[in-house]
């Protein structure tokens, strides 16, 4: 029964966006894609599920233990080892039912990463805004500008742009946690991978309708579509972070009670999104942060709910890295490079030179462009994303970008970590659970 599992991949009409798998479908990716044998393995979605769980958590002791490396890459690695670039025991794209699991991991880092977001005072620090802006802009024009001279047009440049701008939230909270950081840097890149990660879900949503258009830049109905799901999701975000707040205050300092009340919350933040076809990434990004901002009285107790975003965030990496195909690495190892690499030295110039009108050290700049390096399951998401579109991004540009972030990956989790340990920030030895950044605004 896996196969039970496979998707309807009817192509969605311009302009609409199609609920289907996380990942990328091989019918809109490189032949490379394509599974070789049948994946006979027959087990219940809750079988597979406790499988990835136990072989995650042991892959990601051992890389933790017996190499020094981040728990999340040994997650990564696991994944590999059985997916389709190993030995192929699951197949990530025939199983709709991931979703499942990959989701509410999401929801949960997403609003842990906007619940711990860095204020001054009640308020987000203007620096951050700026050295964000800054980042994606040049990162915008930067990418788009390369792809379109590579051959793939304006709409596939936007997309692929798009989705270098964000970080793996995921790979940043897991690495912060596993390390112990905590300081200005840390709060720095936290407020950083949340700010970006509203503009590339927010673009990505914008720019689909060209990419359902077949790369034509010609304006459609699409567009006003798009534009009405950015500003539903984050109607949607602000309404849940509102009902929290009025939630917690009623329900007191209960923690059990505020602890389920938003786990409830952040469920019906990822599936609301999904049954009005739209992606869940921005209203829970919304969530969070507008938690963090209406929570005036502080009456949402500082709850952590990082033990339940554990459970699903190792399964997720796990699939994350059973989706991911070795293969493309050399197939398109020229364009992703050059993606990868212009992704990174467009942040790095933009952080540098807007770091110094700011106060913000060389230093520091490029440990914080260094530590902005992961892709990950946020990334495939946004790929899936245009998977079920008439048009699609085509085997070439899927293969690059697939291609980097198998990259970015598998050394992204390493980038992080030796940047937080650069900043002096990290604590490698007895690593405190469920430590996060505390309040306050980003040190010059």
Known sequence: ??????????????????????????????????????????????????????????????????????????????????????????????????????????????????????????????????????????????????????????????????????????????????????????????????LNGCVAFAAVSVILPMLAASGTTELTPGYATAAGHVLLSVLLGAGLALTACAAARRLGPQVEHQHLMLLGLIVVGTGLPLTLEMSPLLTLLTFGIGTRIADRHKAVLAIRISSDARVFLVVTFVLAGAALEIGLLAEYAATATAYALTRFGARWAALHLMGRRLGITARESRFTAIGLLPMSSVALVLLGDAGPLEGGVGPALSGTLMGAIVLMQLIGPLCTQAALIAAGEARLGGIPAARHPADGAPSR
């Open 1 to 194: 029964m896996l196969q039970a599992f496979a998707p309807d991949i009817t192509p969605a009409p311009a302009g609409r966006r199609q609920t289907g798998p996380v990942f990328p479908h091989p019918d809109q990716a490189p032949a490379a894609f394509m599974p070789t044998q049948l994946y006979a393995f027959e087990a219940s979605p809750l079988l597979l599920f406790g499988l990835l769980l136990l072989g995650g958590l042991a892959s990601g002791e051992i890389s933790r233990r017996a190499f020094g490396l981040p728990r999340t890459t040994g997650f990564v690695l696991f994944g590999v080892l059985i997916g389709n670039s190993g030995l192929r025991w699951i197949d990530p794209y025939i199983l709709d039912a991931a979703q499942f699991f990959i989701y509410p991991g999401i929801g949960l880092i997403l609003f842990e990463l906007g619940h711990h977001f860095p204020l001054t005072g009640r308020r987000i620090d203007r620096r951050l805004v700026l050295l964000s802006l800054a980042e994606t802009s040049t990162v915008f024009a930067t990418i788009t500008t390369l792809m379109y001279l590579l051959g793939f047009g304006l709409a596939g440049g936007l997309f692929a742009a798009a989705i270098a701008a964000s970080t793996s939230p995921a790979i940043t909270i897991a690495t912060t946690r596993d390390s112990g950081a905590d300081g200005p840097f840390t709060r720095r890149l936290f407020g950083l991978v949340a």
